[in-house]
């Protein structure tokens, strides 16, 4: 399985962006995504996932209330759309999946490259 994140810019602060993540190859074996972010300095930290039928999402309380994570399994794509946008938000976007039902996921075996996201005060 292939990801390819897009989307990702520069934002004023309260603004909004809306991150696509886009599957190929093997998408049958495509069952949980999530987005994970990593700001400078830090560690990845978890911002959403969404199970196949989009019925069950997390939320990581960071975002809660702001971040709204969707896909449209028929585009094999997985969007995070994001408002009232903080500076805390700045960093880059990663997604990912699993072919594993298990909920709420423990782990991802398929990652994509990143898109940056900045966000300015």
């Known amino acids: 399985v292939q990801l390819q994140a897009s989307g990702g810019g520069l934002v004023q602060a309260g603004g909004s962006l809306r991150l696509s993540c886009a599957a190929s190859?093997?998408?049958?074996?495509?069952?949980?995504m999530a987005w994970y972010r990593q700001a400078p300095g830090k560690g990845r930290e978890f911002v959403a996932a969404?199970?196949?039928?989009?019925?069950?999402?997390s939320t990581a309380d960071s975002v809660k209330g702001r971040f709204t994570i969707s896909r449209v399994n028929a585009k094999s794509t997985m969007y995070l759309q994001m408002n009232s946008l903080k500076p805390e938000d700045t960093a880059v976007y990663y997604c990912?999946?699993?072919?594993?039902?298990?909920?709420?996921?423990?782990?991802?075996?398929?990652w994509g490259q990143g898109t940056q996201v900045t966000v300015s005060s």
């Open positions: 190859g093997s998408i049958f074996s495509i069952n949980t």
């Open positions: 969404i199970n196949w039928s989009g019925a069950a999402t």
């Open positions: 990912a999946a699993t072919p594993i039902s298990t909920w709420p996921p423990k782990s991802f075996s398929s």
